[in-house]
């Protein structure tokens, strides 16, 4: 059984910064791409960031280019996303999840994605 632990989110104003982490159990975290999602009230659940499974390759959504870092260390089992100027729209739960292979084919749908976190919210304020 896979477990995602997603920690960091909290408040923060407009221009500051957070670091998500995700801490992945129970799978062989080093052969499979993980990605960042979220959610605002009323919107659907939207790709942020992805990274494939040795970390080689990574992909942004438009909104978040140049601002918006995913890493991950493989020796930890976990997944970072690094979010600087940060704006009142990138208010969301954000999501941790995991595909089932090390690809990023893909990668912008949900479903593409096979285990997912509990979320942590983030909010950034004006």
């Known amino acids: 059984q896979v477990q995602l632990v997603e920690s960091g989110g909290g408040l923060v104003q407009a221009g500051g910064s957070l670091r998500l982490s995700c801490a992945a159990s129970g799978r062989a975290f080093t052969t499979n791409a993980m990605g960042w999602f979220r959610q605002a009230p009323g919107n659907e659940r939207e790709s942020v960031a992805a990274?494939?499974?040795?970390?080689?390759?990574?992909r942004y959504a438009d909104s978040v280019k140049g601002r918006f870092t995913i890493s991950r260390d493989n020796a930890k089992n976990t997944v970072y996303l690094q979010m600087n100027s940060l704006k009142p729209e990138d208010t969301a739960v954000y999501y941790c999840a995991m595909r089932y292979v090390g690809s990023l084919a893909n990668y912008e749908s949900p479903s593409a994605f096979g285990y997912w976190g509990q979320g942590t919210q983030v909010t950034v304020s004006s």
């Open positions: 990274i494939s499974s040795s970390g080689g390759l990574t």
